[in-house]
């Protein structure tokens, strides 16, 4: 079972995740079976596990089709930062209809009140890519971009900047 790969250790290490994520990526039952660890009692099985999926769904985002609603669901209710902070990553890969893009966005907006910076930076790029197709919501996230420029932590200034900048490239 490949979720059995993911268990032991602590939370300072990713133990296999980078091995699992090579080999769930071109194979949808076995993302299914490592995406249902992401709601587990085991702390580090659920961090590895999202771990594992986000990487596998960066090359081949079609795999989180059918779990869009524990996305836009429980696992948004998840507290860990690990978890997150994953979860932000793979929102923006999900194709959204309007009402499940503000239902995305309204958890992001919720990340940004998270103690963890990972987390918060996370949102802020997830927010910005949800953003291009919302002019809306682009107006919003310029907002918080510039809320973060100015009373945010170091990375958050970071990437509020690159994100600033990306979208003043786009609208340009």
Known sequence: MVVE???GGDRRSIGLADEVAKEIAAD???????????????????MRAADAAEKASRRFPERLAPHKDALLGELAEIDQPEVRWHVAQMLPRLHLNPPENARAAAILKGFLQDKSTIVRVSALEALAALAVADDELEAEVSRLLARALQSGTPAEKARARKLLKASDARRR
Request: aromatic share 10%; charged share 25%.
């Open 5 to 7: 790969k993911l268990a």
């Open 28 to 46: 949808q039952s076995l993302f299914d079976e490592v995406f249902a660890a992401i709601s587990c009692d085991d702390p580090v099985l659920r």
